[in-house]
């Protein structure tokens, strides 16, 4: 079946940088697109940036403002979003998933604060 693991979430200070990762598996990671989500406290879930099947990317300018970078590493099924210069307002639980959507996988919980 479809699946998502999400890691390298961790406690950072400002201006600080993390990798998150995500292992899918259970379908062909070369046929989808791939998404990063988050939802902060008492937010609803929203899309960070994604990743189409051919390498093309595509971000929300007013979340990521230039400081995230997502990118697939196909020959291991895995997506990543390195991101840089990290702000107490991208604290978070970080989701992927792909296009089609499948179930939401734990999450990954990032935390900026000083």
Known sequence: QVQ????GGDLVQPG????????ASGFSFT???????????GN????????????TTYYTNRIAKGRFTIFRDSANNTLYLQMDFLEPEDT???YC???PRGPWGQGTQVTVSS
Do not use: H
């Open 92 to 94: 978070a639980v970080y």
């Open 4 to 7: 998502f693991v999400e890691s």
């Open 44 to 55: 609803q879930r929203e899309s960070v940036a994604s990743i189409t099947k051919e390498g």
């Open 31 to 41: 046929d989808r697109a791939m998404v990063w989500y988050r939802q902060a406290p």
């Open 16 to 23: 600080g940088s993390l990798r998150l990762s995500c292992a």
């Open 97 to 99: 998933n792909s296009l």
